[in-house]
């Protein structure tokens, strides 16, 4: 079975410095994706960047970036000029074909706690 | 703009009471989503459907059911409440492509059971 792994269950960053987030996920399949999820302490999730395995070069959404390693099975979420609206929990999720065919299902990791101090 | 609502933000019940979780998406998608959010425990998929009166068991189905009578709305049913499912749930929706899209979540619903 797929595992996502984030070692990190707490961070914080100063404002407008950069923070990465760690994720690793263990897997036998080729064909897979990957997730950034975030949830503000109001709760709704939200999507914050996705990554194609199949795809070489690393995702890029504004400040937000990844540093995908399918060799180490690593995927981090780099943030960049931090603001106070990234405090957050942060998900790493993980999804592929066998995940339940066309719907597929995610497998979440257990979440990062990003504190952003002023 | 996309739009996942759930019924309650939060709910106190008793043990052993029957309990009804709603959730409802005004994006017509087909795949629908409930999970269970611990700390420490990230998010656990407890049943998904991807179409009307079709579901799946997820990670954690035990002691929970589901109904899809209609595409817009996702019931998650305890059956007899136990303290042990005190949580946050959250509700999730998606297209169902041949490509994973993004899953839209609804505020979630805390639950206590006492």
């Known amino acids: 079975a797929q595992t996502v792994t984030q070692s990190q269950p707490e961070m914080s960053v100063q404002e407008a410095e950069t923070v990465t987030l760690s994720c690793t996920y263990d897997t036998s399949e080729s064909d897979y994706y990957l997730f950034w999820y975030k949830q503000p302490p109001s709760r709704q999730m939200i999507l914050v960047i996705r990554?194609?395995?199949?795809?070489?070069q690393n995702a890029t959404e504004n400040r937000f970036s990844v540093n995908f390693q399918k060799a180490a099975k690593s995927f981090s979420l780099k943030i960049s000029d931090s603001q106070l609206g990234d405090a957050a929990m942060y998900f790493c999720a993980y999804t592929s074909p066998t995940s339940g065919g066309s719907n597929y299902k995610l497998t979440f990791g257990k979440g990062t706690l990003l504190t952003v101090n002023p | 703009d996309v739009k996942v609502t759930q019924s309650s933000r939060y709910l106190v019940k008793r043990t052993g009471e029957k309990v009804f979780l709603e959730c409802v998406q005004d994006?017509?998608?087909?795949?629908m989503f409930w999970y269970r959010q611990d700390p420490g425990l990230g998010l656990r998929l407890i049943y998904f459907?991807?179409?009307?009166?079709?579901?799946e068991k997820g990670d954690i189905p035990e002691g929970y059911s589901v109904s899809r009578e209609k595409k817009e709305r996702f019931s998650l049913i305890l059956e007899s409440a136990s303290t042990n499912q005190t949580s946050m749930y959250l509700c999730?929706?998606?297209?169902?492509?041949?490509?994973?899209?993004?899953?839209?979540f609804g505020p979630g619903t805390r639950l206590t059971v006492l």
């Open positions: 994006m017509d998608h087909e795949n």
């Open positions: 459907s991807y179409d009307v009166k079709m579901k």
């Open positions: 990554q194609e395995a199949y795809k070489q």
């Open positions: 999730a929706s998606s297209r169902r492509t041949s490509l994973p899209v993004e899953q839209f």
